[in-house]
């Protein structure tokens, strides 16, 4: 069963403007979320994380929120660019825990 | 340059035909693991080891071995493989510590095709 869930198989943008690519949840007992990039034909690399402590985590065009009572989080790219496109996978792990459960992916595309 | 390296990049086998997907990192990670790739399904953890002779089954192991007898290598094993076993892989190696593993560095991945 599918713990961590990205809805959106895809996602289209204007160059300059927000994209917002949504995860959700469903074992509360997560307090740890991160979110990768992928490019075709390289492995992922990680972009950004939050722990359940905060709310919110910036870094420069990517801003994390998490909403623990609805066990959802979302990244934000503002402004998005066309280098952003790629697929966007979001990931969780209980804190102290010794595995990261995937979601399938968002594959956003950013036109300019 | 820190990385994770993946040997080899694409491989076609048959059907019951033995191979080894290779891994190795430079980062003095304690923490390996192999996940498989699917359309639809997102990233699948297969195996993973948090240290030397230390590993454990992931979320999808049927079909794969793994040893660690090394820090920096992280072999993946299909003893027999199977259609079903066609995907990419990737591996990965990550800092574990109190507070459990941190963010992963991956390879670039193995595209496995079984005829």
């Known amino acids: 069963d599918q713990q961590v869930k990205q809805n959106s198989p895809s996602l289209s943008v204007q160059e300059g403007r927000i994209s917002i690519l949504n995860c959700d949840y469903t074992?509360?007992?997560?307090?740890?979320f991160l979110w990768y990039k992928k490019y075709p034909a390289e492995g992922p690399t990680f972009l950004i994380s939050i722990s359940s402590i905060k709310d919110k985590n910036e870094d420069g065009r990517f801003t994390v929120f998490l909403n623990k009572s609805a066990k959802h989080l979302s990244l934000h790219i503002v402004p998005s660019q066309p280098g952003d496109s790629a697929v966007y996978f979001c990931a969780a792990s209980e804190w102290g825990g010794n595995q990261f459960y995937f979601g399938t992916g968002t594959s956003l595309t950013v036109i300019p | 340059e820190a990385q994770v390296t993946q040997n080899p990049r694409y491989l076609i086998t048959v059907t019951g035909k033995k191979l080894t997907v290779t891994c190795s990192q430079n980062m003095n990670h304690e923490y390996m693991s192999w996940y498989r790739q699917d359309p639809g399904l997102g990233l699948r953890q297969i195996y993973y080891?948090?240290?030397?002779?230390?590993?454990d089954k992931g979320d999808v192991p049927e079909g794969y071995k793994v040893s660690r007898k090394e820090k920096r290598n992280f072999p993946l094993i299909l003893e027999s493989p199977s259609p079903n076993q066609t995907s990419l892989y990737f591996c990965a190696s990550s800092f574990f510590h109190g507070q459990g593993v941190t963010e992963a560095f991956f390879g670039q991945g193995t595209r496995l095709t079984v005829v």
């Open positions: 080891s948090m240290n030397v002779e230390v590993t």
């Open positions: 074992n509360s007992m997560f307090d740890y």
